[in-house]
C-alpha cells in the first residue's frame, strides 16, 4: 500500500510570505505528528495529532506555526510570515495508535521549506 | 527533559568490516527506541523498533540492543556494504508520544 505522503517536496518562498505544508498519512493511521530537520539541530517534534485533535503541540516554536488534521486522514501545517530561520525540512510521520502504543512511526519523504 | 546523544558524528569503514553505532538516552522512562535509516535527500525509513520490555531485535544483518537502565542502545552491522552508507538515527518514545531523535551517525562504507 501507499507510504507517507507529502507536497510540494520542495518549496522557495521569499521571508513574510506565508505557506501551506501537506502531509497524507497511511490510511487508517490514527496518529500523525510533524517534526523539522534542521541543520546542526537535527530532528524537532513539532505536533502531534491523535485523530483530528492535537493533544501535543508543544514542539511548535512560535505562533506562525500551526497545524490540522481533518477527517482523521490529510493534515496541513501552516507558517505564517516565514523567516529564515524556518528554513528546514519539514517531515510528516503517521502511526497506527499513537498515544503510549508501541507502534512504529511511517515518515514521509519531507518538504524542503527555503525562505529567502 | 530527554536528550539522546550519538557520538561519534560520522564514521567510515572499509566494505565487509562489522561495526557497532552507538546511542545513548539521559531519560530511562522509555516506550520504544527506534533507529532509522536516512539516505541524502530522503525520508527516514524504520529499521529495527524495540520495545522497552525487550534487550534486542534482529532483521537480516541488523542487531540493535537495548539496556533502558544505564540508557544505552547499539545498532550492530554484520558485513557491511557499500549500499549501508547513509545517515542512522536514534530515536526514543516517552509517554508524550513524540519521538527524540539524536543527531546521527552518518556512515561510509568503502569499496
Known amino acids: 500500500g501507499a507510504g507517507v505522503s507529502q507536497s510540494p517536496s520542495n518549496k522557495v518562498t521569499e521571508k513574510g510570505k506565508d505557506v501551506e505544508l501537506r502531509c497524507d498519512p497511511i490510511s487508517g493511521h490514527t496518529a500523525l505528528y510533524w517534526y523539522r530537520q534542521s541543520l546542526g539541530q537535527g530532528l524537532e517534534f513539532l505536533i502531534y495529532?491523535?485523530?483530528?485533535?492535537?493533544?501535543?503541540k508543544s514542539g511548535l516554536p512560535s505562533d506562525r506555526f500551526s497545524a490540522e488534521r481533518t477527517g482523521g486522514s490529510v493534515s496541513t501545517l501552516t507558517i505564517q510570515r516565514t523567516q529564515q530561520e524556518d528554513s528546514a525540512v519539514y517531515l510528516c510521520?503517521?502511526?497506527?495508535?499513537?498515544?503510549?502504543?508501541?507502534?512504529?512511526?511511517?515518515f514521509g519523504p519531507g518538504t524542503r521549506l527555503t525562505v529567502l | 527533559k530527554q536528550e539522546v546523544t550519538q557520538i561519534p558524528a560520522a564514521l567510515s569503514v572499509p566494505e565487509g568490516e562489522n561495526l557497532v553505532l552507538n546511542c545513548s538516552f539521559t531519560d530511562s522512562a522509555i516506550y520504544n527506541l527506534q533507529w532509522f535509516r536516512q539516505d541524502p535527500g530522503k525520508g527516514l525509513t524504520s529499521l529495527l523498533l524495540?520495545?522497552?520490555?525487550?534487550r534486542e531485535q534482529t532483521s537480516g544483518r541488523l542487531n540493535a540492543s537495548l539496556d533502558k537502565s544505564s540508557g544505552r542502545s547499539t545498532l550492530y552491522i554484520a558485513a557491511s556494504q557499500p549500499g549501508d552508507s547513509a545517515t542512522y538515527l536514534c530515536?526514543?518514545?516517552?509517554?508524550?508520544?513524540?519521538?527524540?531523535f539524536g543527531k546521527g551517525i552518518t556512515l561510509s562504507v568503502r569499496p
Open positions: 495529532f491523535q485523530g483530528n485533535s492535537a493533544p501535543d
Open positions: 524495540i520495545q522497552s520490555s525487550q
Open positions: 510521520a503517521s502511526s497506527s495508535v499513537g498515544g503510549s502504543g508501541l507502534d512504529t512511526q511511517y
Open positions: 530515536a526514543v518514545k516517552g509517554a508524550n508520544s513524540k519521538l527524540t
